[in-house]
């Protein structure tokens, strides 16, 4: 190629800013249509007022105000109470390409790359024409500020308009109202979906959103701690780009190659560090800002060969069990889900020199409709991701597994399940790796995929035992109305029939039944919790055994253990020695809890001194309850397979 | 007003009832026996030509919910019966299914179940439902011939009726009770009973005076012949010696059409000596005709290529013959109706097709 065009268009290349490029290319950031553009508008605004607020420790207050102005023109407010941000700095926080605090330390945060907040901005401007308008308060100053500005695109600059002080009540905060082209629309992919998803793995935060109808939506928070922002750390040598060293040798105060590696690095010592310059053969005492492109490729290699320890994992915060749990309860308990499973958060992982970790929580049954596909809520670092599903990381590792194992429907064991569920996965890392720069879908890492698969795996686990345990109980009320409804009419007509008097059919009913039955019921007032055990031998023998209660929560009243069975102070439970329950017998058991928590939680019944597999409600000592023993149970409870036996 | 044969009735119902009180006076789960009803446990009688169930047993037992639903109903059904014997009543099936809405958690929830169990108990006495007073109110098939047959009408008298001549264009119906009691056959004039499955053949074949052309007699089945229409083919077959020729579409499901005719139908397995024509043939449409003739045809679906497999499991399908015209059907994929014929014209099925498969058969 002739050189001097060559040289031109490099030149020509310079000229074009960030902003001028996106101007031309809205998609690849994510607004390609004005559904999706409103929606992109207010996750940007929201992602950077969570960041903000964590950062601050402030319990997050949002709230979004959409506006009709025109057939397709919006005005959008999004409100905070977070930190503020100084006055000399809003406008090329609001109006500058890359303006970011923390553009080269490695944590996780929501926004990764300081494009979101002005690409709103630049995208309201060059659709309506009419710049932003921002509010900031800081806590240490009495007056807020003001700004009206837009971007200058061809020199990413921003061109302040107006510039007041001004009065408010507010401690601090900051009040972005852009006007853009859109489209408001509800259902999948909004607004409302993503603030949904959000205030499920924000349960600190409080989010009002009313829309451009009317309609007030909102989400109260229910953990009251500020989540504290992760730590930030140095980037891995195994995780860093060529042109991210590169930009940290142009701005590094360490004068020489050796310190520069040991100072701006996490996990290189010094006698790592002349390791590496050795086997880069560059010399310890050069500048690293005189780095040429060369060396730096050479140092990235050397990285690779020597045995690093892996990044550390203070980087990264998981929402972790107690919250996602918390957060599902708070968003999706309208459905009345009849179970949810205990979160699963994995232990952190790398990929490339990048810690990460999985987060897992499910839910099933209630109001979840159970005839559609599985809903799947993604997540990476806490922002929900609503597009791209298809092609997503997360999503893929969903139809890798083969549900029908744990108790679900899917076509040939693959694809995405049917079934009443909603899956929510999570991954956070310092650097999620998406497959584009709109960051809509997350690529398919091999240690992420097989992270998220065990994750998901350990929580369908849950689901099976669950369905087996529902099933078995449905199997057992069935029997009941077997031997409770049917057999007693059977009796009663052959009888009639035969003109004969009514047989008597207990021995009947206890070949049928053949278990021995547990069932707890629980009053609950206030911080006090009466139960009642009840025990009946279904079985055609007397019956002896012990049988233990072990409650969680609360202590026990003793003199409130009726009408027999001791307390033991030592191992904190409840025993009853029984003796010679006869075949049909029922016997009740009192017993009270005291200072018991808001929800009480099931006590545990362990039985000890009879076969447990003709035992339903109690679990066999010491505390052995798995599958298999529930699985034995339900062929109990079907009775035995004669192999001719009606279908 | 209790007959002789209604006693028998009664003592075979109460043994039923019986059984299960004795085994739950002694303490055991309650259960009934029964021949297993599927295609698995029919064998060939030699003597008799018909298939029958074999020795496979399935138990009823109370242990399971459906037994024990099943053994309910069961009980229900029998005291029913029971009273309308003794009463003198008798009702329809469809009539079955609604009386047992009063029946509480016994009730059945489809006619399909009534049905089945009525059968059951067929199976278990060894009798007719008809002894049980209950009757089908299914459409029996009708019939265009000369034959000659003598019906006691409603008010008990002896009607004659020739099924040609005393008849109009849709013929004679045959009625649910085709015994003795009910019909004899006084005089005919034919060479062989052609059964066909579609009303637009046997209205085709009528309008082309296949009959008196033939000497054929016309039974016309209404698609899966009901247990009084295979009855009169046997007693045709039986008693006058008449050839009977079964004609229907060319698809797996007239196959099956004519197995129940000539081998006996799975579901009734235990009355097939009294239901089937073991000497019945199979005219058509088979899958050679569809080449041979080059029918019009239609794709096999899913169901028919499911229907074809299964009937190549079946015993009653085991010969030669069925074997190459299924394993045909399945290579070419094609199925075809008995109305295809009237591709070569109105005449094409009485003037050439079926004489020429009759003669094939060496009939005539």
């Not at chain 1, 021995?516 to 009642?532: G, M």
């Not at chain 2, 052609?194 to 009528?206: H, K, P, Q, S």
């Not at chain 2, 399945?330 to 014209?345: M, R, S, T, V």
Request: hydrophobic letters at 35%; proline letters at 5%; one cysteine or more.
């Amino acid at each position: 190629m002739d050189s001097d065009i060559s040289e031109e268009l490099a030149k020509r290349q310079k000229e074009i800013s960030i902003a001028e490029f996106f101007e031309k290319n809205k998609q690849i950031l994510g607004f390609d249509s004005l559904q999706k553009s409103l929606v992109m508008a207010v996750k940007e605004a929201v992602d950077n007022s969570l960041d903000a607020c964590e950062e601050a420790k402030i319990l997050p207050e949002i709230n979004i105000y959409l506006e009709r102005i025109d057939r397709d023109e919006y005005r959008l407010m999004v409100e905070d109470n977070g930190p503020g941000i100084v006055r000399r700095e809003v406008p090329k926080v609001f109006g500058q390409f890359l303006y970011g605090s923390r553009f080269h330390a490695v944590r996780q945060s929501r926004g990764q790359q300081g494009i979101g907040i002005s690409a709103v901005v630049l995208y309201g401007q060059i659709t309506t024409g009419k710049p932003a308008h921002i509010e900031s308060k800081i806590i240490s100053e009495d007056i807020g500020y003001m700004f009206d500005l837009y971007i200058d695109t061809a020199k990413n600059k921003p061109v302040i308009l107006k510039e007041e002080p001004f009065l408010t009540d507010k401690k601090s905060g900051v009040k972005i109202t852009v006007n853009l082209k859109g489209k408001y629309t509800k259902g999948k992919q909004s607004i409302m979906d993503y603030l949904q998803n959000t205030a499920i793995v924000n349960p600190h935060a409080t989010i009002t959103f009313q829309d451009s109808d009317g309609f007030k939506i909102k989400y109260e928070r229910v953990w009251n701690d500020p989540i504290s922002p992760p730590k930030e750390t140095k980037p891995h040598p195994y995780g860093v780009e060529i042109g991210e060293i590169m930009k940290i040798a142009q701005k590094t105060s360490y004068k020489k190659i050796s310190t520069f590696l040991t100072g701006e690095f996490s996990r290189i010592s010094s006698q790592m560090a002349n390791e590496i310059l050795k086997i880069s053969g560059i010399d310890p005492e050069r500048e690293p800002s005189k780095l040429t492109l060369e060396e730096v490729k050479k140092l990235k290699e050397a990285f690779l060969k020597v045995k690093l320890l892996p990044p550390s994992y203070e980087s990264l915060s998981p929402i972790g069990e107690t919250l996602i749990k918390k957060g599902l309860k708070n968003v999706l308990g309208d459905l009345k889900p009849s179970f949810y499973s205990i979160p699963v958060t994995r232990k952190p992982s790398v990929y490339s020199g990048n810690p990460f970790t999985v987060e897992v929580g499910l839910v099933y049954g209630g109001n979840i409709p159970s005839d559609e596909p599985v809903k799947i809520l993604r997540f990476a670092n806490r922002v929900p991701l609503l597009y791209q599903a298809g092609s997503c990381a997360l999503t893929k590792a969903v139809e890798n597994i083969d549900w029908r194992k744990y108790g679900l429907e899917q076509k040939g064991g693959s694809g995405i399940p049917t079934g009443p569920m909603i899956v929510m996965i999570h991954l956070a890392s310092t650097k999620v790796p998406y497959t584009s720069e709109a960051k809509e879908a997350i690529a398919e890492i091999p240690e992420i995929m097989q992270e998220v698969d065990l994750a998901l795996k350990e929580s369908a686990r849950q689901i099976r035992t669950y369905l087996i345990k529902k099933e078995v109980k449905n199997k057992l009320s069935e029997k009941f109305f077997l031997v409770q409804k049917i057999l007693p009419l059977i009796a009663e007509k052959s009888a009639k029939i035969t003109n004969n008097p009514v047989p008597d059919i207990s021995p009947v009913i206890t070949k049928i039944m053949n278990i021995l039955w547990i069932d707890e019921r629980v009053e609950v007032t206030e911080n006090r919790a009466k139960i009642n055990v009840s025990v009946i031998n279904y079985t055609s023998d007397k019956k002896s055994f012990k049988l233990y209660a072990d409650y969680t929560d609360g202590a026990v009243l003793p003199e409130s253990i009726k009408p027999f069975g001791e307390y033991d102070q030592k191992n904190d439970y409840i025993v009853w020695v029984i003796e010679n329950l006869d075949p049909l017998k029922r016997l009740d058991l009192y017993f009270e809890l005291e200072k018991i928590k808001s929800d009480y939680s099931e006590t545990t019944y362990y039985i000890e001194g009879i076969d447990p597999v003709h035992v339903v409600g109690a679990e066999p000592l010491p505390g052995d309850w798995n599958i298999e023993s529930l699985k034995s149970i339900i062929e109990e409870v079907e009775g035995d397979e004669d192999g001719n036996e009606e279908e | 007003m209790e007959t002789k044969r209604s006693e028998e009735v009664l003592n075979e119902l109460k043994k039923i009832v019986e059984k299960i009180y004795d085994q739950m006076k002694k303490g055991e789960i309650p259960y009934m026996e029964l021949p297993a009803r599927n295609k698995y446990n029919i064998k060939l009688d030699v003597t008799k030509g018909v298939w029958k169930y074999g020795d496979d047993k399935i138990y009823r037992s109370a242990k399971k919910i459906e037994g024990a639903y099943t053994l309910l109903r069961t009980m229900f059904m029998l005291d029913f019966i029971k009273e309308m014997i003794e009463q003198n009543k008798s009702s329809t099936l469809r009539e079955l299914y609604y009386i047992s809405e009063s029946w509480g958690i016994a009730k059945f929830h489809t006619q399909d179940e009534s049905d089945k169990l009525a059968e059951d108990i067929e199976i278990l006495t060894k009798y007719l439902r008809e002894d049980f007073k209950l009757r089908p109110e299914e459409n029996g098939a009708t019939i265009i011939g000369n034959i000659t047959i003598e019906e006691i009408n409603r008010k008990g008298k002896p009607q004659r009726i020739n099924c040609r001549d005393d008849v109009g264009d849709s013929g004679y119906p045959v009625p649910y009770n085709v015994e003795k009691e009910k019909i004899n056959i006084i005089d005919y004039d034919a060479d062989f009973v052609l059964a066909i499955e579609t009303g637009g053949m046997f209205d085709r074949l009528v309008e082309n005076g296949y009959d008196e052309k033939a000497r054929a007699v016309l039974v016309h089945l209404k698609g899966q012949p009901a247990r009084s229409t295979r009855r009169l083919l046997k007693r045709f077959n039986e008693e006058l010696g008449l050839p009977v020729l079964v004609f229907t579409d060319g698809d797996p499901w007239s196959f099956r059409i004519y197995a129940s005719i000539a081998y006996g139908a799975i579901k009734t397995a235990h009355i097939s000596e009294y239901l089937a024509t073991p000497t019945a043939e199979f005219i058509g449409v088979t899958a050679s005709d569809i080449l041979n003739y080059d029918l019009p045809t239609d794709k096999l679906n899913d169901k028919d290529i499911k229907a074809l497999y299964a009937e190549l499991n079946d015993p009653r399908f085991k010969t030669p013959f069925w074997k190459n015209e299924i394993e045909l059907m399945l290579k070419i994929g094609k199925k075809a109706e008995q109305q295809a014929l009237a591709k070569y014209g109105l005449n094409y099925v009485t003037d050439v097709y079926l004489p020429e498969k009759i003669s094939e058969m060496g009939l005539k």
